[in-house]
């Protein structure tokens, strides 16, 4: 029994059970669970009492750091539970109602709905958590009104949280990518190249993440829907039903709702949010970095602490509106004011418990060693250094994909792609082969049911989980499909520009396609497709 355990590639059994039992079963709590188990089953060697210490490390391990509480998580959890209070209270202040009357009045079409929504995500580019939840939360009653699928919001908004903010420079990723990167350069004997210098370099080379926001809006121009995506579009289009009936998250459709109220019932606290979350990352930037230097405060702020001081005062912010407009209704009580915390709290239950899970099997995942064990497999394979960056891409989309982190496939590739390409005596790549890692790890981040961000945008949107992540798939794979024949063409050739040409061919062969051979669900766009929901 010890030595089966023992196999060498035992560490992949784990994510991949956890996988399949996703698409098997679109219980993602309950997969969850037994990967979970199985990955502690798998540490412990098959010790039962040590597997069941070893769940309720990890547990605890998530909640308490030392003797006190991990604010990473714990706080993170509060974060979403301030944001279903913060929306529950927004509901019943109209302000949701309020600002949708008011954007059916600027924005017209369906198309334009689902615009607003991908410019939005390009536009919160602090950080990704930040972006999912909050783009979700403005568009979606826009979207709703539009018959526009909450499988489609979900995309939208997933599509721009990663990508996005792993190609801005003055964001969360930003910072810690740069850092990363710093000793590889010296290394490679590139010290006249600065950090922010090789991040800025590494942009036009993200090929997966610039692909993804390129098929984003050629979908939204072209309603390009295809095979999930179609049933789900077709079904909001012709019947109004936005959601599978299996819906695994609550909403606040049954509040009560004030009569009179005005956009900025719902338009202020989520400014207050943002303001907010601006603030305690710029406090939180000095205190740590100890300078008033906008790249020094991007790196050494916490983003936990940040979203805390935003939550609560865009908590605070909807409360004082929801009392503004409903005072002189005596429909609204103090029962009122207790439902709104009570069913705010639990529309996130579900995703918080999720989340959780989620972090316990990238916790055990880690431990395992399955990203070191496909790392070396990179490091020990026998390849040409050409179609290194084209290798490590795809070694970073399945690591991505199995522990559920792009962060976790940032800190282990990273490394090993500089170090590969330093032995190798190939300067020229390192960049290349860096980017790949990125845009392995935001494709992972996409396709995984274990992802944080993913679930987030899932959570943003009010979409079933693993309908969002099985209808984003196929968009995802044809944005890596594209991204991979690139990462080949930079890696022979070792010029961006031909890349990129290659890459913009590629698209302009696929637009062509799609307006050529493609039957969209919807065609009309006019306002006769609005629907109460």
């Not at 972090?359 to 790392?375: C, N, Y």
Request: hydrophobic share 50%; with cysteine.
């Amino acid at each position: 029994m010890e030595q089966f355990l023992n196999w060498a590639y035992m560490p992949l059994i784990p994510p991949l059970l956890t996988l399949l039992l996703v698409l098997l079963t679109k219980r993602v709590d309950l997969s969850l669970g037994i990967g979970i188990l199985t990955s502690a089953f798998v540490i412990t060697n098959g010790d039962v009492l040590g597997t069941i210490q070893k769940i309720w490390d990890a547990f605890i391990g998530l909640m308490i750091e030392g003797n006190w509480l991990n604010t990473w998580s714990a706080y993170i959890l509060i974060f979403l539970a301030l944001l279903g209070i913060m929306s529950a209270f927004m509901s019943m202040s109209g302000g949701a109602r309020a600002f949708t009357n008011w954007a059916l009045t600027k924005i017209t079409t369906r198309r334009g709905a689902t615009f607003l929504t991908g410019v939005l995500g390009v536009v919160v580019f602090i950080d990704d958590y930040f972006s999912a939840i909050i783009s979700g939360q403005v568009a979606k009653p826009l979207t709703d009104k539009y018959k526009v699928s909450r499988a489609k919001l979900a995309y939208l908004v997933d599509t721009t949280a990663s990508p996005v903010s792993v190609i801005f420079p003055i964001s969360s990723w930003g910072a810690t990518i740069m850092g990363l990167t710093a000793p590889l350069l010296i290394a490679a004997g590139l010290e006249h190249i600065s950090p922010f210098e090789s991040f800025m370099y590494m942009i036009p080379l993200n090929f997966y993440s610039i692909a993804a926001l390129t098929l984003m809006f050629i979908v939204i121009f072209t309603n390009f829907d295809i095979m999930g995506m179609r049933r789900e579009e077709e079904r909001a289009f012709k019947t109004g039903i936005l959601r599978d009936e299996g819906m695994d998250l609550t909403e606040d459709d049954d509040l009560p709702t004030a009569k009179y109220s005005q956009k900025e019932a719902l338009i202020v606290p989520l400014i207050g949010l943002a303001v907010g979350v601006l603030v305690g990352m710029t406090i939180t930037g000095i205190q740590e970095g100890g300078s008033l230097n906008p790249l020094t405060i991007i790196e050494n702020n916490s983003i936990t602490h940040a979203l805390i001081l935003g939550g609560i005062t865009g908590v605070l912010l909807s409360i004082y509106y929801y009392y503004k407009y409903t005072k002189d209704d005596k429909a609204f009580t103090g029962k009122s004011t207790l439902l709104g915390f009570k069913e705010g709290f639990m529309a996130m239950l579900g995703p918080m418990t999720v989340l959780t899970l989620a972090w316990m099997t990238g916790e055990l995942i880690s431990e395992l060693g399955t990203g070191s064990l496909l790392g070396a497999m990179v490091q020990n394979s026998n390849i040409p250094a050409q179609l290194i960056p084209a290798i490590v891409f795809i070694v970073a989309c399945i690591m991505a994909v199995s522990t559920g982190t792009s962060w976790g496939s940032f800190g282990i590739l990273v490394p090993i792609a500089g170090n590969i390409i330093v032995t190798l005596e190939e300067p020229a790549l390192l960049l290349p082969s860096l980017a790949a890692v990125l845009a392995g790890g935001v494709f992972g981040d996409h396709c995984s049911p274990i992802s944080d961000s993913t679930i987030l945008s899932s959570t943003g949107s009010g979409s079933n989980h693993i309908t969002h992540v099985m209808t984003q798939i196929p968009y995802a794979m044809i944005a890596a499909i594209i991204s991979l024949i690139s990462f080949v063409v930079v890696g022979y050739t070792e010029s961006t520009w031909i890349s990129l040409i290659v890459f913009a061919a590629l698209f302009i062969v696929l637009f062509v396609l799609i307006k050529t051979i493609y039957n969209p669900v919807v065609t009309a766009e006019s306002k006769e497709e609005i629907v109460e929901v």
